[in-house]
């Protein structure tokens, strides 16, 4: 191959474009549903927890967590949740980016706002349950300073068999 070829192999531009951050909002509720539903139907099934948390996103608010949406140009396209339990201690959970917007960072700034909110409110305890097949969500909470830990009590969800805590 010569240099020109070689050259004009990667020969590409890479457009970024920026994502917001922001907490929730009533008229955010419905992505809070839909990008989870996307994410869990492909592969997974939903669960009645899933359903119970994602059809009450004002009352995880109310109870003291927060929802966190991403979006792009004015659309969203991800969102974490912190679910409070008492006591400080938080759940991150229903975490999802939809499949077109993924492997673009955007995980990666949802997880950074969730831990800097988690850290602003003094939050005690970060834990979070997964499945370990989902190894590129687990690679990105380990980023972050999760690590995987026994599981300290039945899990509301029949597909968890991964628990990890939040260490500082």
């Given at each position: 191959m010569n240099k020109n070829n070689?050259?004009?192999?990667?020969n590409f531009r890479f457009?970024?474009?920026k994502v917001t951050?922001?907490?929730?909002?009533?008229?955010?509720?419905?992505?809070?549903k839909s990008l989870n539903e996307e994410w869990l139907k492909r592969f997974f099934v939903i669960e009645p927890i899933d359903q119970k948390v994602l059809s009450q996103p004002t009352k995880l608010i109310n109870e003291g967590g927060q929802i966190l949406y991403a979006s792009i140009d004015g659309m969203v396209v991800g969102c974490?949740?912190?679910?409070h339990h008492g006591q400080g201690t938080f759940e991150l959970t229903k975490m999802a980016v939809t499949q077109s917007h993924q492997a673009h960072g955007?995980?990666?700034?949802?997880?950074q706002s969730c831990i800097d909110y988690y850290q602003t409110i003094n939050g005690k305890k970060l834990y979070l349950e997964s499945?370990?097949?989902l190894k590129p969500a687990i690679k990105l909470y380990q980023r972050f300073g999760f690590v995987a830990?026994?599981?300290p009590f039945e899990s509301d969800y029949q597909r968890s068999d991964f628990y990890m805590?939040?260490?500082?």
């Open positions: 070689y050259y004009s192999l990667f457009i970024v474009k951050i922001e907490t929730h909002k009533e008229h955010l509720a419905p992505y809070f974490v949740a912190l679910k955007i995980g990666t700034q949802l997880m499945h370990s097949s830990m026994p599981t805590e939040y260490i500082k």
